[in-house]
């Protein structure tokens, strides 16, 4: 059984908005801090965004700051991360991840438990 289901990527044209979900697994969502990667093409995968497990924290990547955020919905145990002005650099795969610990970290071996990754294309 899959602990973190995404959904929402698809394509969208520069400037637009876009939301994934992520369903998170009820033993994961509880007591795991939750974030946010993306990959390019060629490209390292890339720290985006995390949440505290109690949601009162929230880190976000140098290049989507003041564009994307994240929060959690606790009673439908899922991550959300909402996209705004989209730019064509944004086009990656997108990983909801699932980290054991209280503390929010942007390396990607930090966290334990992944998605499969929705597209996120942005091209106009």
């Known amino acids: 059984q899959a602990q973190l289901v995404e959904s929402g990527g698809r394509s969208v044209k520069p400037g637009d908005s876009l939301r994934l979900s992520c369903e998170v697994a009820?033993?994961?969502?509880?007591?795991?801090?939750l974030g946010w990667f993306r990959q390019a093409p060629g490209k390292e995968r890339e720290f985006v965004a995390a949440?505290?497990?109690?949601?009162?924290?929230?880190d976000y990547g140098d290049s989507v700051k003041g564009r994307f955020s994240i929060r959690r919905d606790n009673a439908k145990e899922a991550v959300y991360l909402q996209m705004v002005d989209l730019r064509p650099e944004d086009t990656a795969v997108y990983y909801c991840?699932?980290?054991?610990?209280?503390?929010?970290?942007?390396?990607?071996?930090?966290?334990?438990?992944w998605g499969q990754g929705p597209q996120v294309t942005v091209a106009s």
């Open positions: 991840a699932a980290r054991d610990a209280y503390s929010i970290r942007q390396s990607r071996q930090d966290y334990d438990y």
């Open positions: 009820p033993g994961i969502f509880n007591f795991y801090v």
């Open positions: 949440i505290s497990w109690g949601g009162g924290s929230t």
